[in-house]
């Protein structure tokens, strides 16, 4: 009789273990031992027992051949439905990486007490739709002709989100996109199928579940995001597990979520840092949800005030769908310079005090500026170098008027500063934060509220009355109603940014900012020319983003091309790049730049970097080459160091988004 083998996945970072592993199946755990299942095993390697989940139950290729058994079954839950773990094994594939790394960001730690009470709980009911909450989202989806039957119909889209407030079903605001996204994922409920809304931030996840207040049923709102307690994030991942459709709001892990019968993943504001995946193997949630609409079907929609270059290119390639709206919305977008007479130093032009001067008598005014603080940037005033802390060369930035100036890096307090190249004593505010501005308007219009918001003054709402709303780059407040007036400073600070993308973001930043004006109401831009500033000023962001792709594909730069990064010991690193040029001989000399040794190497010892670009056709066999050679140096070093725990020496990142050497 063919011995029954149960095949895991073990819980573990080490590349050479991102495999499955069989291990048989003693008679007591023969029940408990089912697909999707925790379980614990034990690995010779390392003298210990393990987690890991049981992926599949088959038989032994080879029946002689001897294996250890499950140790436990940790419980009759199964976290781990099939399709999630394909998912993740062609994500990680995709990102060079492993699928268990995939899987931590997606299934929380074990709740006992609320998984007992899930196993113990009937299924939830299929939800149902009200007719009014169908017809509302028939109306909210109207300015875009045929997105309601795209939805449905499972295409991938890319939409322009308009500009602007909206009122909720419920009678509350939020931004127009926020409807939109909520809207879609009604008619896509309404189908019996559930929906995945991926967004930046606590603050977007708030406008969404605001505009599905009232049109959602009962328990078929999942919340699923890490700022919550672990028992709640649990409790939300097990109805996922569900047959019951549902609609899922979270941040960059809701993507994996393992809803039943998947019918629409939307994605907004893709360019966001915040959407960027920290943790290894770093894919973005824009790739994941391209990889799982491919697996699992249903819609992918990807929104935003702004189109970044990525999804210009899947428009540009027709992978995508583009939807524009029947009637274009745009805000009223003022290029706002020093008129003659006026000092160039002058940091709002007479134009836009005039704006919001008019502006403050019937509502708020929202200030963008590019950095907090009192002031970031201090110079010496008589040579004009930047002020470095005599301890470890950080930058100083004064933390509020006539402040001992602080380092940004250690904290230390320069109390006797003096500068190296002059020997003078005395300092400069280079720059002006959002404290400073928020200072300096508030002596500029007297008896008018001035309200902060930044990192470390978190405002998510101002009301309709008038007030001076001071806020640093994404930290912008709703304002009932919508801002009468909206200026943008220190836009060529912002531009002055080394980094391959600072164009896109500049536009996102302002756009996004000029998103939240009333109907109507002026958007001044300061200082700022170009490019940028006509896409802004004419509301033609996917026109920039076409721009921007054609100017960065004869240069093989993202996301034109694909861009890994390759670092670890220099021979690590020669023999990954060694292996590359013998298993995609097709790939040109001009493919990698370096290797460099690494300027600020880990723990003293010696590393080096180098860039591969390659297309999108040779993307498999790349990553598939670099994987190897990240198992193959792994198992080197685990020989190499018997008895201590073994260091990667080699580490890949790909779809690097900034490459730099």
Known sequence: MPRRVARVLIDSPLPQLDRLFDYAIPDHL???????????????????????????????????????????????????????????????????????DILRLVVPKRQVRVEKAWLAADPPPMPAVSEEARDWAGRALTPFAGLADRLVAGERLALDAPPGPAVTPAGGQVGAWATILAAAAVRVLAEGRSAILIVPDYRDQEQLEAALDGVVPDGALVRYDARRPNPERYRGFL????????????????????????????????????LEEPLAPYVHPRDAALVRQELDGGALLLAGHTRTTDVERLVAVGWVREIAATRRAAPKVVLSASNEGESRSARVPSAAFRAARVALET??????????????????????????????????????????????????????????HCESTKLRLASSGSER????????????????????????????????????????????????????????????????????SCLRWWSNAAALAAPGAPVHLVGVTGAVARALATWTQSAYARAELAERAPLRMPPAYRVALV?????????????????????????????????????????????????????????????????????????????RTPRNTLRVRVDVVDPEL
């Not at 408990?32 to 599949?56: H, I, N, Q, S």
């Not at 930047?386 to 301890?391: E, H, S």
């Not at 001009?590 to 390659?614: H, N, Q, S, Y």
């Not at 190897?628 to 685990?638: C, D, N, P, Q, W």
């Open 30 to 100: 023969a029940a408990g031992a089912r697909p999707g299942v925790r379980v614990r095993v034990p690995l010779r390697t390392a003298g210990r027992v393990v987690d890991a989940f049981l992926v599949e139950v088959g038989e032994a290729d080879d029946a002689e051949r001897p294996l250890s058994e499950l140790d436990a079954v940790v419980s009759d839950a199964a976290v781990l439905p099939r399709s999630l773990y394909a998912l993740a094994r062609r994500v990680a594939d995709r990102a060079a990486g492993s699928a268990s």
């Open 363 to 420: 509502g708020p005014v929202l200030v963008q500026v590019a950095r907090p603080g009192y002031s970031p940037v201090l110079v010496c005033d008589d040579c004009r170098k930047p002020a470095r802390c005599a301890a470890c060369a950080g930058p100083l930035h004064a933390p509020g008027p006539r402040a001992v100036p602080v380092c940004g890096w250690c904290g230390r307090a320069a109390h006797a500063w003096a500068c190296p």
């Open 437 to 504: 501005t928020a200072d300096e308007l508030g002596r500029a219009f007297p008896g008018v509220r001035v309200i902060l918001a930044d990192g470390d003054h978190q405002v998510t709402r101002v009301d309709a009355r008038p007030a001076l709303v001071v806020a640093t780059r994404g930290a912008e407040p709703l304002a009932d109603g919508g801002y009468r007036a909206v200026i943008l400073l220190d836009g060529d600070r912002m531009l002055l940014a080394e980094s391959l993308r600072i164009g896109e």
């Open 567 to 643: 670092e670890g010991a220099p021979i690590s690193v020669d023999r990954a790049l060694g292996a590359l040029r013998d298993a995609v001989p097709a790939l040109p000399g001009e493919a990698v730049l370096g290797p460099l040794p690494d300027e600020e190497p880990r723990a003293d010892i010696p590393t080096a970097r180098a860039l591969v670009r390659f297309d999108y056709a040779s993307g498999s066999a790349v990553t598939a080459s670099l994987r190897s050679s990240v198992v193959g140096e792994a198992l080197r070093s685990r020989r190499a160091v018997k008895g």
């Open 239 to 274: 109805r996922t597990l569900g047959d019951a459709a549902c609609i899922v709001i979270g941040n960059r892990s809701a993507v994996y979520a393992p809803v039943a019968e998947l019918g629409l993943v939307a994605v907004w504001d893709d360019g966001d840092p915040l």
